[in-house]
């Protein structure tokens, strides 16, 4: 029997406005090559300077993660040849990373947990992009010298399920604090995952090999399955030696297989050296106080709703999935309305009519609007059928609750006065329904309930009605 040993490198791209060692801005969406100069492109003479916002980014990651921040950390240089480098070298970090030693706590179903630990975060670099059209390769150099942190885990995942609850946990730290995108198809979020296999109990490490490309949780489950398959089948059949060598592989998601790329690099072959362009980097206490604030996390958040509002644990884990779901679940809270109810509306009657590009981000009907509607079945104003359909006025135009509530004439009857008036008719325009009623016939108490809420063409309260004619009849 065989376990399954994973590790993995996680390049998340950094949101800062400028690149990491030039002024250039960080956006993607300018015409190819607008956003470079003498630095970026490696011109002759050009220095670089380092961009003080990676640092405090990289700052606030560590105490995400509970890692040691080194206050001295070094560049180093990384040679390599590829088009989409200039300089023919990334600057990274190799001897010392500015985040050492940090954990990530990832949760399963049961209730338990694991804890899977980093190794490193380190400050590096990112290429160009070459763009293959036909027989013509080009090459745009907007995205060279971006930022990005790599986040390096010790082999400490078994599985593919573990691997994508580490990812989830991670892009979620990342995006509640806001420093970065980590959108995984546009590439700001790129996972290598190291994966070899051992004799179940052997603590040695044997072979691993890395998987690129992989730009989907569900790919990378999959990269997993078919790459432990290939060395589980090797090593049945003897030929393990032969064919597991260190090596990157690459996923093809149409094949449905994994394949050589190149053979893994030895670090010499990179002829690491420390940057010579670049002094030390230095963290002051000042800036490590400052940076070391930060927002709340996920985890805490979710013990904080369920202690604060009376969650359950999975209502609470669904809202704090993302930080857009639990700003807009707080922001409905405002309204003082119940968190069951915000949760339905938010995750039921409001998701379900966000189609095609719409999400809670650019969604028609902002939380704040959405709280105020639940406000309204809450105080008694509307029934909560009615509050549908003027959700669905409300996700095709901008208009006030309250308003629609008018226009559509929703509003509950709740004065007690005027209900009254019309189960009194009612009453006395069926007698003999209600000596029957009185002569045991339970079941004419919903005829009752009927009539009275057609006269009142549905807005009566029901509750009120019930209470009424429940006196009334006896
Ligand atoms: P490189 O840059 O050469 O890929 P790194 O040290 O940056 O090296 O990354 C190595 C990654 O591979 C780490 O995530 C580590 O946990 C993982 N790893 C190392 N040895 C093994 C192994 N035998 N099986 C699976 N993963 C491994
Ligand atoms: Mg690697
Ligand atoms: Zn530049």
């Given at each position: 029997m065989f376990e399954v040993v994973i590790g993995l490198e996680v390049h998340t791209q950094l949101n800062t406005n400028t690149k990491l060692f030039c002024s250039c801005p960080t956006s993607f969406n300018h015409k190819q090559n607008t956003n470079t100069c003498p630095t970026c492109l490696a011109l002759p003479g050009a220095l670089p300077v380092l961009n003080k916002e990676v640092l405090h980014k990289s700052i606030m990651l560590g105490t995400a993660i509970d890692a040691t921040i080194n206050q001295t950390s070094y560049f180093d240089r990384k040679s390599y040849f590829y088009p989409d480098s200039p300089t023919a070298y990334q600057i990274t970090q190799l001897y010392t990373p500015v985040v050492e030693h940090g954990t990530l706590k990832i949760d399963f179903e049961d209730a338990t947990h694991k804890i899977i630990r980093i190794n490193r975060a380190h400050i590096e670099s990112d290429a160009g992009k070459n763009i293959h059209d036909g027989d013509i390769s080009k090459v745009d150099l907007?995205?060279?010298?971006t930022p990005l942190l790599e986040i390096v885990s010790e082999p400490d995942l078994s599985n593919g399920e573990e691997v994508v609850l580490y990812l989830k946990k991670l892009h979620s730290i990342i995006r509640y604090l806001d420093i970065g995108d980590a959108n995984m198809q546009e590439g700001s979020f790129r996972v290598d995952v190291n994966v070899s296999i051992r004799p179940k109990g052997d603590k040695k490490l044997y072979t691993r090999v890395e998987i690129k490309n992989i730009n989907s949780f569900k790919f990378i489950q999959k990269a997993i399955e078919l790459e432990v398959a290939r060395q589980t089948e090797a090593w049945e059949d003897g030929t393990y030696e032969k064919e597991i060598c260190q090596e990157t592989r690459l996923f093809d998601q149409v094949k449905q297989e994994t394949r050589s790329m190149r053979g893994k690099e030895e670090a010499a072959d990179y002829r690491y050296f420390p940057e010579p362009d670049l002094l030390k980097v230095s963290i002051t206490d000042a800036m490590l106080e400052k940076y070391s604030k930060i927002p709340e996390l996920p985890d805490e958040k979710m013990a904080r709703f369920v202690k604060d509002y009376g969650m359950n644990d999975y209502s609470a884990s669904v809202v704090t999935s993302s930080v857009e779901m639990a700003h807009f679940f707080e922001t409905m809270m405002q309204a003082g309305i119940t968190a069951k109810n915000a949760l339905t509306w938010l995750t039921t009657e409001l998701q379900g009519r966000l189609k095609g590009e719409m999400n809670i981000t650019n969604s028609p009907v902002d939380a704040k609007k959405l709280g105020n509607l639940v406000k309204r079945i809450e105080d008694g104003t509307i029934s909560g059928k009615a509050a549908k359909e003027v959700l669905d006025k409300l996700m095709e135009e901008n208009l006030d609750v309250d308003a629609v509530i008018d226009s559509l004439g929703l509003k509950q009857m709740s004065d007690t006065g005027a209900i009254e008036d019309i189960c009194n008719a009612v009453i006395s325009a069926n007698p003999e329904k209600v000596e029957q009623y009185q002569s045991g016939k339970d079941k004419l108490f919903g005829f009752f309930v009927g009539q009275v809420m057609k006269e009142s063409k549905g807005s009566a309260n029901p509750q009120t009605v019930n209470e009424l004619l429940k006196s009334k009849l006896g």
């Open positions: 907007n995205r060279a010298g």
